[in-house]
Antibody, heavy 119, light 107 residues
Framework: QVQLVQSGAEVRKTGASVNVSCKASGYSLSTHYMHWVRQAPGQGLEWMGITNPKNGKTSYAQKFQGRVSMTRDTSTSTVYMELTSLRSDDTGVYYC????????????WGQGTPVIVSS | SSELTQPPSVSVSPGQTARITCSGDAVPKHFTYWYRQRPGQAPVLLIDKDVQRPSEIPERFSGSASGTTATLTISGVQPEDEADYYCQGADSTGSYTLFGGGTKLTV
């Protein structure tokens, strides 16, 4: 069945970077866009950006531009999200979620990757 | 403005109808999507393109949109519907995805 399986929890110091992976199975990675969504503890969903796995093109939320990078490896059906210069308010759960087109609904979500940033 | 506004909370009794709204200037320009999120779980798509319900979603969930407001309606609310609900849309240019702030449904 269609699944997105994310990498495990991460703990980082402020100023460090984190790289979260999202492996797709049950479908061809190139057929769907991939979003990244963040959720701080007790807070709502926050859109971070999107990548087109077919050509690697990306679009990032203004808030994260300059600190986020989304890439993909089609040979392993895996997409990656790297966030740099981590701050304590980057603590949260990071989700990948696929969508048929860039502004359409996200029909399959990963299980989430908790990231804790502390000094 | 490029924002989607939801009420922070809605409370209904079992069997009643719950309506959760999502308002924004860009709502008429782009489709609205709705998600349910239970504690400790990833969100689940409930309503696609304003009104379409995925096959696995119960018929008591429906969506509508009029003017600058989209609405998620849950008919015959059940205790297991207690969760957080989020709307998703796009900014006025259609370039960026937006989420509403979320609504906690208490049953």
């Amino acid at each position: 069945q269609v699944q997105l399986v994310q990498s495990g929890a991460e703990v980082r110091k402020t100023g460090a970077s984190v790289n979260v992976s999202c492996k797709a199975s049950g479908y061809s990675l190139s057929t769907h866009y991939m979003h990244w969504v963040r959720q701080a503890p007790g807070q709502g969903l926050e859109w971070m950006g999107i990548t087109n796995p077919k050509n690697g093109k990306t679009s990032y939320a203004q808030k994260f531009q300059g600190r986020v990078s989304m890439t993909r490896d089609t040979s392993t059906s895996t997409v990656y999200m790297e966030l740099t210069s981590l701050r304590s308010d980057d603590t949260g759960v990071y989700y990948c979620a696929r969508a048929p087109k860039d502004t359409e609904g996200m029909d399959v979500w990963g299980q989430g990757t908790p990231v804790i940033v502390s000094s | 403005s490029s924002e989607l506004t939801q009420p922070p909370s809605v409370s209904v009794s079992p069997g009643q109808t719950a309506r959760i709204t999502c308002s924004g200037d860009a709502v008429p320009k782009h489709f609205t999507y709705w998600y349910r999120q239970r504690p400790g779980q990833a969100p689940v798509l409930l309503i696609d393109k304003d009104v379409q319900r995925p096959s696995e979603i119960p018929e008591r969930f429906s969506g509508s949109a009029s003017g600058t407001t989209a609405t998620l309606t849950i008919s015959g609310v059940q205790p297991e519907d207690e969760a957080d609900y989020y709307c998703q849309g796009a900014d006025s240019t259609g370039s960026y995805t937006l989420f509403g702030g979320g609504t906690k449904l208490t049953v």
